[in-house]
């Protein structure tokens, strides 16, 4: 899913494991963090001026394009933060989540042009940005040891709304860009060729939208026990992946 709502990570364990890794992955991982809070938050002033400026959302994604597919490519670290152990969460799950964000920015909404103006557009983008500010500064502050309750308790609230929310906006994306794809037959890959393979893009979309039954109600589970053990102190005995 695209939610950025991954958990697990080494920001959330006990004080114990927080000790364990090593000074210069604590460094780094505080330097993303900020770095990346810094990032969404450029979005937001930027989305809020545009509107103030506008009055209307239409050509808010191509003034904010280039910030947003940086911030959100950068985020292929984290799948590397968890390959290499400094983050203790599943490669998978956070693969998922990372790959899907970037498949909606780079591959959905900045190749299909023609949507960049649709008001499911605005929503997964305000989505993405609340969501994305309240993460990575809950996992700034946790580092720094000093983690304010009002981002602790929006870190483990916010997403009961957000999550289905965003979800919505990035499947009517998807499918305000079907019939532009299948018109035009892009990123499709016809026979004959040289390579004797073909590939249809309208079909690919329609698979990636039925992957949200089975995967978005996981991740929201996921989710919710994350927040009955963090709020509420419930113990979940999980298997490892």
């Known amino acids: 899913m695209a939610s950025g709502e991954d958990d697990g990570s080494v920001e959330e364990k006990d004080n114990h494991k927080k000790r364990t890794i090593s000074p210069f ?12 809070t810094a990032g969404w938050m450029v979005l937001a002033v930027a989305m809020i001026r545009f509107y103030f400026e506008k009055g209307t959302h239409k050509g808010l994604y191509k003034s904010i394009s280039k910030t947003l597919k940086f911030f959100q490519t950068f985020a292929v670290l984290e799948i590397l933060h968890c ?3 400094i983050v203790h969460t599943s490669v998978i799950v956070t693969g ?26 605005l929503l997964f983008l305000v989505v993405w940005t609340v969501t994305e500010i309240t993460r990575y500064s809950f996992y700034t502050f946790n580092l720094l040891n000093h983690l ?35 018109k035009s037959g892009m990123l499709s890959v016809r026979l004959p060729n040289k390579y004797n393979v073909s590939f249809d893009y309208y079909y690919f979309l329609i698979i990636v939208m ?5 995967l978005f109600p996981q991740l929201f589970l996921h989710m919710l026990r994350q927040r009955r053990k963090v ?6 005995v999980e298997k490892d992946d």
């Open 148 to 182: 304010p309750y009002f981002i602790k308790w929006a870190r483990y609230n916010l997403f009961i709304i957000l999550y289905p929310v965003g979800v919505a906006g990035e499947l009517m994306t998807i499918y305000a860009a079907l019939p532009i794809v299948q």
């Open 210 to 214: 039925i992957s949200y039954i089975p």
């Open 25 to 36: 992955a604590l460094a780094w991982l505080t330097f993303y963090n900020i770095a990346m």
């Open 96 to 121: 998922v989540q990372v790959s899907s964000r970037i498949f909606m920015v780079w591959f959905v909404t900045n190749s299909i042009k023609q949507i960049q103006n649709e008001e499911s557009v």
């Open 231 to 236: 709020l509420h102190g419930e113990v979940f």
């Open 83 to 85: 390959a290499v152990g």
